[in-house]
Every structure is written in structure tokens, then in C-alpha cells.
């Protein structure tokens, strides 16, 4: 099979499209051909291996899986003997980090609790987009940031794959929503419903004098004593990603600060059936569409991570494998 390899971490230059053997699923797993895999910014952490922070899952020295991807969307098309649920030919999607990678791929083995039905009203593009991102920022409003009815949410990065989803979770519950990102997303955003847009590089957040609910922090940019003065006394900061030093300066002085009445946590990412379930119900009722930027095809999965490393994309991007017939 065709797949994106690659033996030691570096730019999108150390990637080689090579065939590979195909894998065989063990008794537990299923063979899915691939159809479609998003891009997510971890795709390109672990490519670099920067932050130096990623090595201690991916590898130390090099890296250990040789096949990046993680949000896979495609068709089972064969079934270890142990697997109870899933069937030939069931079109499924799912995030696959806890399994192995692996995306960047024309086939891939995956334990079938990774897995969901595919919505037949999705296209395999908009099935790919979902895992990671979306799950992160349900988990990251609801699970952490507890998010209710007429709160005012502030999403940091509201532009990527994560905020996106985000801000329209954020709306249909009932928020009122801020968007902070660069100049060229913050039209999507307003289209999508933010009530405000701020553009991150023209104008300060903090000196808006606002205060805020919740705050989910896609980007780790500011201290997290700076997100702290723009939280309402019962407010929620949620940290989903940033640079290390903000991550520590968080698990080390959040609890802390939480004592106070605001409360400072990190989100840890865990794939979860259920979210990604729920993230296609709201799809189907029409709450939450995927934003994708651009489709690459496979052989073009170098300049996809490319694009997504340089914060180009608006929403998600996505890699064609199959194309779908004219
Ligand atoms: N918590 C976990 O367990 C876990 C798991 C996986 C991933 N993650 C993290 O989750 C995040 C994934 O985010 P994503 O996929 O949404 O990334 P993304 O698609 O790259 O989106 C990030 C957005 O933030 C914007 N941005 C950059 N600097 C900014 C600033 N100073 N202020 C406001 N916005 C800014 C970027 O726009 P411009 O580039 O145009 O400025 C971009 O639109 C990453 O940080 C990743 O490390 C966390």
C-alpha cells in the first residue's frame, strides 16, 4: 500500500510517499480503507519533534511510529474474529492516536472501540475533520469548562480546527461568543455567529476591560495570570494547548489559583466513542458543520502539514485518499 513515511523528525521535507506492506488486523481490530484523514497541528508537533515536550510519547531520538494521522474516515473491509460490532463494508470514522497513527495512509488496523458509524449524510471529508478537533472542544467547554446558557465565552485561536468547533458548540448552547484570531478568519467567524472577533495581532483582548466566563485557550499566548484578570469571579479558564512553559506554569500554580473561586485547568486529550457519537449527532441535526479549508491528495501530505504548521488554515484540513467518483 501507499503510504507517507517517515524515519527521523524534521520539516515536511523528511516525509517520502513509500509503499509499505499492507497490515493485517490481529483478532480485536478491523482493516479500514482509508478515504479520507484531517491534519491536526499534532501531526506537526510530532513530525518536528518540537516541542522537545512531544518526544517523551513519540520517540525520544526518532520517531516511533513512522506514519503519522490520527482522524481517519473510511470503509471496513476486513474483521478480526474477536470484533463483535463492526461488519464489512461499515463506512466508519475515528481518532486513532491511541492506537498506533497511522493515517497518512491507504489502509489502517484499528481496535473497533476507536471507531464510529460514519453518518450517511457526512462525506468522508467532513467524517475525517471531526475526531480530535471536535472532541477537544466538547470535552474542553463541557467537561472543564462547564458551559451554560448565556455565559460570555472567549475562544483564544477560534480560527483553527479545534476553535471552530468550538465556537459553534459555544453558540448552541446558548453563549455569547468572542473570537480571537488572526484578520483573515475573522470574517468566517462572524459568519459562523461569534458576537465579536477581535484580531489578536491589532488589538489586546485584555484591554477590552471585559470579563468572561469561560475562556478556552486554543493558543496558550498569554500568561495564564493575564487570562485570570479577565475571568469573572465564578469564571473558567481551559487550557487546550500551548507552549510548554505555559502548560507547566499552569499544572504547577492552576490548583492554586483555583482556590480562589476561578478556576485554571488543562484539558488532556482522550479519544472518546461517545463524544465522537455525539459530535455526528449534532452534525446530523444540523448544529455543528466541519469548516475545511482545503483537501490535499495523499501524495501531497508534505504541503498539507506544511500548510497547517504555518497557521494558514481556517478550520480543518483534510487528505483525499480515495477520490470520489465524478
Ligand atoms: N489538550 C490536549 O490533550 C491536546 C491534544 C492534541 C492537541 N492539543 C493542542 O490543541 C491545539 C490544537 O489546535 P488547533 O488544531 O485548533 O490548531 P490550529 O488549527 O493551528 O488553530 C490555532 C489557531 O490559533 C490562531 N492563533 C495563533 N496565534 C494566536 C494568538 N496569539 N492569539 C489568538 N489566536 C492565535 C491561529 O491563527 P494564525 O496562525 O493565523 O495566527 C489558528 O487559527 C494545539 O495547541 C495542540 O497542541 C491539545
Known sequence: MKAIVYTKYGSP???????????RPNDHEVLVKIHAVSVNSWDWDRLRGKPLLTRLEGGPFKPKYKILGVDIAGQVIAVGKDVKELRLGDDVFGDISGCGWGGFAEYVC????????????????????????AVLALQGLRNKGKLRAGQKV???????????????LAKMHGAEVTGVDSACKLD????????????????????????????????????IFDFKRV???????????GPPSRIFQLLFLGPLISITGKKMSILIHKPNKQDQNMMKE??????VIPIIDRCYPLNKTAEALRYVGEGHARGKVVIRVVFPPK
Open 110 to 133: 484499528v481496535p473497533e472501540h476507536a471507531l464510529s458509524y460514519k453518518s450517511p449524510s457526512m462525506t468522508f471529508e467532513e467524517a475525517a475533520a471531526i475526531p480530535q478537533a
Open 282 to 287: 449534532l452534525f446530523e441535526a444540523d448544529h
Open 13 to 23: 521535507d523528511v516525509l517520502t510517499a513509500q509503499e509499505v506492506e499492507k497490515p
Open 188 to 223: 468566517l467567524l462572524k459568519s459562523m455567529g461569534a458576537d465579536e472577533v477581535i484580531d489578536y495581532m491589532q488589538e489586546d483582548f485584555l484591554q477590552r476591560g471585559l470579563k468572561y466566563d469561560l475562556i478556552l485557550d486554543v493558543v496558550g499566548s498569554r500568561s
Open 231 to 241: 475571568l469573572h469571579p465564578k469564571g473558567a479558564y481551559v487550557m487546550v494547548g
Open 154 to 168: 472567549l475562544i483564544n485561536g477560534a480560527g483553527g480546527g479545534v476553535g471552530t468547533f468550538a465556537l459553534q
